[in-house]
């Protein structure tokens, strides 16, 4: 599977820090069903407080930081 080169930044800062970091959820499911992902879901071991740390240099929202749910916008 062909991640965007932004997603691959996100997964490779993560696995740099020692977290396990994958792809997961629609983007999984569209890319078997051949569609383009309209947008990207990751998974890893770190927790919310570390993903805060790990990218306190790029966009981030604590969106549902109660349930573990940080976004990390990608950059291009």
Not at 45 to 58: G, M, Y
Request: aromatic residues 6%; proline residues 5%.
């Amino acid at each position: 599977m062909e991640l965007p080169a932004s997603v691959q930044k996100i997964l490779i800062r993560l696995r740099a820090h020692g977290e396990e970091a994958f792809a997961v959820g629609g983007c999984v499911r569209d890319f078997l069903l051949g569609r383009t992902p309209a947008d990207w879901d990751v998974t890893t071991s770190a927790r919310p407080e570390v993903i805060l740390s790990i990218f306190a240099d790029r966009r981030v929202l604590p969106t549902g930081i109660r349930h573990g749910t940080v976004t990390v916008w990608a950059e291009d």
